[in-house]
């Protein structure tokens, strides 16, 4: 975690419960809320349960007991970033690995739709091409005088600009003629990026495609052939030239342990699924020749860990409905977004995301309409349209807990400080509710039968 | 909270009790002498079976490898499902339910100790956080170490002594329970996609074999006194011809054997038992087995199995499930885990009209039957390779009678059937054998004192079948004792009443067992040990091991090892 976000935790912070009351949020004592949420809860038919991926495993494991005693459909943040890829996992498989076999053992390193570079600033340094491995090297000076040259070019450009600032001088890009690329010959580790655009991570690559946008699918299924020793009849796929992937795929054939490290890029383009469905297949082929792993680049800190506690308790990662009694998962029907486009959901409780910015507006607009819960440290958009609004404590920085990594290895999550007087962690939040929610339901079977 | 168990016929081989017809006293969750029997409630087990509760030695039912594989299947979930009632919690899934589900499953068959074998040290934590959503059961796990680097390093070095010690740091900062070996030095090898062919085979960049880890490791268990031996999957598993290894894996640790006691366990050996050159000309190896193990007494070995089911595979045997994917052409998962081991999941189909799958079907029986010692043979399907375990009834019935035998041979693929050995075996195991094979000889092997058996200061987990021995005869009416495996009459867990004709009655909390292991010298974590561990894991060492506040029930077991 950076240092900002690690010491600027405490900004915006809530602090006490709050109620909505004729239009405005105001405080109230922590009881009222939780009779108040437990009424909500326990009368809906059908809630929605959202969120999870910023808090503990120990919370989210409530979390399933209270979807469960109230049934309704609960899902994870997995649902709008990285569902695509679980449903081509459940197509095809995977073939992973933990980080830390690609830092001992990987000699090529394949971001595809990811940029770690800015989005996960420690991913390189630590796990890939910038990390000390058993059997690989860090490619560290290399990319010291890569960055070198980049700052040499942009003083001279910027040089020649104050001498002729009308001249437009260009900045050379994908060499436009042919001859052998050093980069992808050399030995050590190798690292290629691909995607839409020269992100700050293709800046540091040895090797940058730029495939046109939403045609990932097609440059998948060209590597897919490339490899199995099959012509392409085509001088260009999605915007590159054949030649250029044959040396990629002779580079992925050749290496001891390959990876492909893949981001939204692939799973929020056009394609979705299947994008993912290709690449996967892609690493798994590879295998006939060599080593060969893939794994997505996972978002929020604890979004691996709320797939991993909704799969033992419930056997699916996202999207589980339990309205039946049971646990059913059907994503495209099961999944929040369609539960609201659908007008399904009668209320809903959101904890740690925020689901009114991201979410389409329709949706959105029918997740504020109904009655909403929401449990968070910070005041966000959610949170502020909500009905009712419960702070609680940092995970990992103000209580303990676990959290699961983007390769599913578990980790503690230790508490540094005390949270603000009266605001409680999430699991105990979960657990009062879930008491709360028993009792209520407890007392209108009572009146029911008295009835 | 006192309990009696009146007037079953008690099967407790570990205390030589035959059928005999008496009453078991529970008080506090312990067998006792006797209770106050006006006060006690009472469960009446006239007529039927009464056991200890059924221990399973090799179960793969949490961790992430079991994880993944219920990621992988939703299919396997849509089509079994149990909903949420007033005490139980909702679950899914058939051969690798849920974790709530899972603990039902096991308590309904009388089942209340089982076993968790693969359990990466690197993951310890998300099998124990699985360990502890399986209710019912009392459970433990085994952390994978034949491909550990620090072990392959001592072993290379031959520094028994040493590795011993950081094994007793492992067992309790991944609370665990037994030493298991997979494949060892082939995971190793498929970090860059190879494998090890045999014993004597160099582990790439290690400078050691095979059987150098697998004595090693067996050295190391015998100095720190491990209650349970060298658990082994062997290499070569699920090829052809595999059985030669097999014996030869059994054989190097013979001359570590002292005073007739086991040094190793060899897992799901039928799929170790593999005779013939390629698929075609497949056949059972079960008879070289059976005549090596009737001939020693320093290993144990459970069946592994196979049902005609659909089932999922999943080992940490990586490259043997890519060998399956290629045979298949199902979706494969390939898991490896930073300098220890990998894992890997196929879904598979055992078919009757196979040959191989009908060959494998006959090896496991055949194994049981032709070793004639129940106490180091035991039932399990290696759940869920070979299959589900909920079809432990349908192997208990193939065990007790020839005549389900036959009829499942009939059914089976011909060219198979003429070479099975199973026409021509007449064994049929007796309740009394049925008790050791499945939960018994279990516990004995595991070395758990207080399971297994309903002697005084046992853990009061009982299993009453309605099944009566002096009204059936059990060969002949076999679907009867199937039928009562499957839904045990009642299961009493830690002393409470949890199951009554195959219904959950109440949700309990099992414990997960682990072995603290007192050394003279604790393994010292210097300065170039966490330098060591920097290098090797990408977890910091303050990370790494699991931490018990965030976990219930965990039951340490002290042992006093003699290093």
């Known amino acids: 975690m950076c240092e900002s976000k690690f010491l600027g935790y405490s900004g915006h912070r809530l602090l006490k419960p709050l109620i909505r009351k004729n239009g405005t949020l105001v405080e109230v004592p922590f009881k009222e809320a939780l009779v108040k949420a437990a009424e909500v809860l326990a009368e809906a038919d059908y809630p929605l349960l959202y969120g999870w991926s910023s808090t503990s495993c120990e919370a989210t494991r409530v979390g399933i007991e209270l979807a469960e005693e109230v049934g309704g459909v609960i899902d994870n943040t997995s649902t709008v970033c990285h569902g695509p890829s679980v449903l081509g996992i459940q197509d095809v498989g995977i073939s992973s690995c933990t980080l830390g076999q ?39 000076r290399s990319y010291v005088t890569k960055t070198k040259a980049a700052t040499a070019r942009k003083k001279v450009e910027s040089a020649l600009r104050q001498v002729s600032p009308k001249k437009k001088f260009p900045i050379p890009s994908t060499p436009v003629e042919r001859g052998p690329c050093p980069a992808i010959l050399k030995a050590g580790r190798k690292l290629i990026v691909i995607d839409v655009r020269k992100t700050r991570t293709a800046e540091i690559a040895d090797y940058f495609i730029q495939v046109e946008p939403n045609k990932d699918y097609e440059l998948l299924q060209a590597f897919r052939a490339l490899i199995r020793d099959q012509e392409i009849e085509t001088d260009k796929v999605a915007g590159v030239p054949v030649e250029y992937l044959e040396d990629v795929s002779d580079a992925m054939i050749g290496c001891n342990f390959g990876v492909i490290f893949f981001g939204l890029g692939l799973t929020m383009s056009k394609g979705k699924s299947r994008n993912v469905d290709a690449a996967l297949r ?57 539960v609201l486009l659908r007008k399904e959901s009668d209320a809903a409780l959101v904890i740690g995301s925020d689901p009114v910015s991201n979410f389409p507006r329709k949706a959105a607009e029918h997740l504020v309409n109904n009655p909403l819960i929401a449990i968070d440290p910070h005041m966000n958009a959610t949170s502020q349209m909500a009905d009712i609004v419960f702070p609680s404590a940092f995970v990992g920085i103000e209580t303990s807990g676990t959290a699961y990594r983007m390769d599913h290895v578990p980790l503690p999550l230790k508490k540094v400080v005390e949270p603000p007087r009266g605001v409680l962690p999430d699991e105990e939040i979960l657990r009062r509710l879930l008491l709360e929610v028993r009792k209520v339901k407890k007392r209108k079977k009572a009146q029911a039968e008295v009835k | 909270m006192e309990l009696l168990v009146k007037n079953g016929f008690v099967y407790d081989p570990l205390n030589g009790v035959n059928g005999e017809k008496m009453d078991i006293a529970v008080r506090d969750g312990k067998i006792v002498e006797s209770v106050n029997e006006r006060r006690a409630r009472k469960i009446n087990a006239s007529g039927m079976a009464v056991m200890p509760g059924g221990v399973d030695i ?86 994978l170490l034949g491909n550990w680097w620090f072990v392959l390093e001592y072993l290379a070095q031959g520094k028994i002594k040493e590795c011993a010690r950081h094994i007793a740091w492992i067992m309790s900062s991944t609370k665990g329970y037994a030493i298991k070996i997979v494949n060892p030095g082939g995971l190793e090898a498929w970090g860059f996609g190879h494998n090890v062919k045999g014993l004597d085979d160099q582990v790439p960049y290690f400078c050691t074999t095979p059987r150098e880890i697998i004595r090693g490791l067996c050295k190391a268990n015998k100095l720190l006194n491990l209650p349970h031996t060298i658990h082994v999957h062997a290499n070569n598993l699920g090829k052809p011809g595999n059985y030669t290894t097999t014996l030869e894996t059994l054989k190097c640790v013979e001359d570590l054997a002292t005073e007739d006691k086991p040094v190793i366990h060899l897992t799901h050996c039928q799929f170790s038992a593999f005779k013939g050159d390629d698929w075609r000309t497949l056949e059972s190896g079960a008879e070289e087995i059976a005549n090596y193990m009737n001939g020693h007494s320093h290993a144990t070995m459970d069946m592994g199995q196979v049902i005609f089911t659909d089932t999922t595979t999943m080992t940490a045997d990586g490259p043997f499930q890519y060998a399956l994917y290629g045979l298949t052409g199902n979706k494969w998962v390939n898991h490896d885990v930073e300098t220890e081991t990998s894992g890997g999941i196929v879904p598979f189909r055992y078919h009757r009209k196979s040959y191989v799958h009908a060959v494998q079907w006959s090896i496991g029986l055949e194994l049981a039957l032709l070793i004639k010692d129940p106490w180091r043979i035991f039932m399990t399907t290696d759940h869920p390779n070979g299959g589900p375990f909920t079809s432990y009834p349908k192997i208990i019935a193939w065990l007790i009678s020839k005549k389900a035998r036959e009829a499942s041979l009939k059914r089976i693929n011909a060219r198979a059937r003429s070479r099975s050995l199973l026409p021509s075996m007449d064994r049929e195991l007796s309740l009394y054998e049925i008790a050791t094979v499945t939960r018994a000889g279990q516990a004995r092997a595991l070395g758990l004192k207080n399971k297994g058996h309903l002697g005084v200061g046992a853990d009061a987990d009982i299993a009453v079948y309605n099944v009566n021995p002096e009204t059936t005869d059990i060969s002949r009416k076999y679907r009867t004792v199937r039928r009562a495996f499957r839904r045990a009459a009642y299961t009493v867990k830690g002393g409470e009443l949890v199951v009554k004709d195959g219904a959950i009655l109440k949700h309990v909390d099992g414990h997960t067992m682990w072995l603290d292991v007192k050394v003279s010298e604790p393994a010292r974590i210097t300065g170039d040990m966490k330098r060591r561990f920097k290098d090797y894991w990408t977890v910091e060492y303050e990370n790494y091991p699991v931490n018990e506040d965030h976990l219930k029930g965990l039951d340490p077991i002290t042992v006093k090892a003699r290093v």
């Open chain 1, 102 to 140: 690609i830092r001992h053992r990987a000699d090529l390193v394949i971001y595809w739709g990811s940029n770690p570079w800015s989005a996960h600033p420690r991913h390189i340094e630590r796990y890939t091409t910038l990390s000390e491995g058993k059997f690989e090297r860090s490619e560290w």
């Open chain 1, 282 to 338: 892609l690493a798994r082929d590879l295998n006939a020749r060599t080593k060969f792993v893939i794994m997505p680049m996972r978002g929020h800190f604890n979004v691996s860990g709320a797939d991993t506690v909704f799969l033992w308790q419930t056997g699916y990662p996202y999207a589980v409905d339990f309205s039946s009694g049971y646990p059913r998962y059907n994503p495209g029907e099961t999944s929040a977004i369609d």
């Open chain 2, 58 to 143: 090799h179960t793969h039912i949490a961790g992430s490898e079991v994880n993944t594989g219920r990621l992988l299947r939703p299919e396997d979930h849509f089509r079994d499902f149990e909903s949420k009632t007033s005490v139980t919690r909702a679950g899914v899934g058939r051969s690798i339910p849920s974790t709530f589900t899972t603990g039902y499953r096991y308590a309904r068959m009388g089942y209340t100790t089982i076993m968790n074998p693969s359990m990466p040290p690197l993951e310890a934590k998300h099998t124990h956080e699985e360990l502890n959503d399986t209710p019912m059961l009392d459970k433990a796990s085994y952390p």
